[in-house]
């Protein structure tokens, strides 16, 4: 059973930063990416960044570059998000997710197989 499992959330100021955590169990493929996604109240969820497991192919979101940094453990299939200078449109529960069949481009992460984590919750406000 794929299990993902998230850390790090919380509340902070604008401006501020935080550090988000993933771990991953029960993957048996070695062909598969890990990404970031958050789903903010009344909105469409959102692909953040993923990280293919072979070479370390990676997309982020224009919606959060340079601002974002995403990095990853292969063998430990561990992932974490780093966040700085976080705005109030970031506020969102954030997931983790495990991909399978799917495919990394400049302009996405695409799948037909996704595990999610429960998700962990931003709060950017003043």
């Known amino acids: 059973e794929v299990q993902l499992v998230e850390s790090g959330g919380g509340w902070v100021q604008p401006g501020g930063s935080l550090r988000l955590s993933c771990t991953a169990s029960g993957i048996t493929s070695d062909d598969f990416a890990l990404g970031w996604f958050r789903q903010a109240p009344g909105k469409e969820r959102e692909g953040l960044s993923c990280?293919?497991?072979?070479?370390?192919?990676?997309y982020i979101a224009n919606s959060v570059k340079g601002r974002f940094t995403v990095s990853s453990d292969n063998p430990k299939k561990a992932l974490t998000l780093e966040m700085a200078d976080l705005k109030a449109e970031d506020t969102a529960v954030y997931y983790c997710a495990a991909l399978l069949d799917y495919a990394v481009a400049d302009y996405g992460c695409f799948y037909n197989t996704a595990y999610w984590g429960n998700g962990t919750q931003v709060t950017v406000s003043s």
């Open positions: 990280i293919r497991s072979g070479d370390g192919r990676s």
